[in-house]
């Protein structure tokens, strides 16, 4: 038995498994001009004096012609947010481009939107190694985005922690251990940070807290039911109830026609200040985190809030 024949399929690829890589989509156009792209985790660099990228395909995909005539490809790195895109360009049988914002490259070939990099490449050579075909691009235009890649490990999709990212550790003493680790206790103090100017300014209002929420619900499109309101608000993750809304109705902040709700032209004053103070408590925000402290803060909390039952 020969070493090589001593190497398990599976146990070898378990083991390749164990590498952490990046997600790329790579496009190209088909001699007949359609657009042909797919998902791939065997980019690497070769060169930097020229810029020489290389990625590998397998020689049974049918996708194995396209890429082999083609003058220019394109690699896409995807961000932490585009796992569905990925997805997209990894399944068999759908049309991957649909409905996808892409602008034409060199010859054509796609290049897709808000990935973390992308390098468009002309082709330079091609070597068979083993099963796959490799890829060999010298990289003519690049762009590099701000949102944290996705990475892949053990066949699963992950994020990166950006370094020196933290959880916070109140000074306050009284709050001991459970109180600086509980995730629920730090989102409280984030979500007091984030309001604290708000609610202060809808109570110099003389409003309540529920009273900003039919605002704000109205904002998003008045001429709505009660049932529709109150709806809109618990897509939002806040139930409202009935007498804020009659309240606002007797203060004339909104209008009752009939059926439906709008917005008076003092609670659309109301709003407008309101939503200014909350665009400058966004702002302080961003000027502490990074973009991509930011990204990951967003794709966090999405996923807590998805399935607060089993989060």
């Known amino acids: 038995m020969t070493e090589a024949a001593a190497i398990d399929a599976r146990l070898f690829r378990q083991a390749l498994g164990s590498f952490v890589t990046g997600v790329t989509i790579v496009t190209t156009c088909d001699r007949e001009g359609r657009a042909v792209g797919l998902t791939a985790n065997s980019f690497n660099s070769v060169s930097l004096d020229p810029p020489l990228v290389l990625w590998s395909l397998a020689l049974n995909s049918l996708n194995l012609p396209a890429f082999r005539e083609a003058g220019h490809w394109v690699v896409h790195i995807l961000t932490a947010g585009q796992r569905d895109l990925s997805q997209r360009f990894a399944s068999r049988g759908t049309d991957k481009f649909a409905g996808l914002d892409y602008t034409p490259g060199p010859g054509g070939v796609p290049m897709l939107e808000g990935c973390a990099a992308r390098f468009v490449c002309r082709a330079a050579f091609e070597h068979e190694g083993g099963d796959h075909a490799i890829f060999v691009g010298e990289v003519v235009d690049l762009s590099i985005g701000a949102a944290p890649p996705l990475v892949f490990h053990s066949g699963q999709y992950g994020q990166m922690m950006p370094a020196g990212l933290r959880p916070a550790r109140p000074d306050d003493a009284d709050t001991g251990e459970f109180g600086r680790y509980f995730t629920g206790h730090l989102l409280g103090l984030a979500y007091n940070a984030a309001f604290d100017d708000i609610r202060r300014e ?25 049932e529709g309101l109150i709806e809109r608000a618990r897509n939002g993750g806040v139930a409202l109830p009935q007498e804020a809304i ?41 000027e502490r985190l990074t973009a991509p402290e930011m990204a990951l803060l967003h794709q966090l909390l999405e996923k807590l809030a998805a399935d607060p039952g089993t989060a």
């Open 246 to 286: 009659e309240r606002l109705v007797e203060r004339d902040d909104v209008r009752d026609e009939g059926d439906r709700l709008y917005l008076s032209e003092s609670g659309r004053a109301h709003l407008v200040e309101l939503v200014a103070v909350a665009e400058a408590t966004q702002r302080r925000f961003d």
């Open 202 to 226: 809808y109570r110099r209002r003389g409003l309540r807290g529920a009273d900003y929420t039919v605002l704000a619900s109205l904002g998003l499109g008045d001429g709505v039911t009660r």
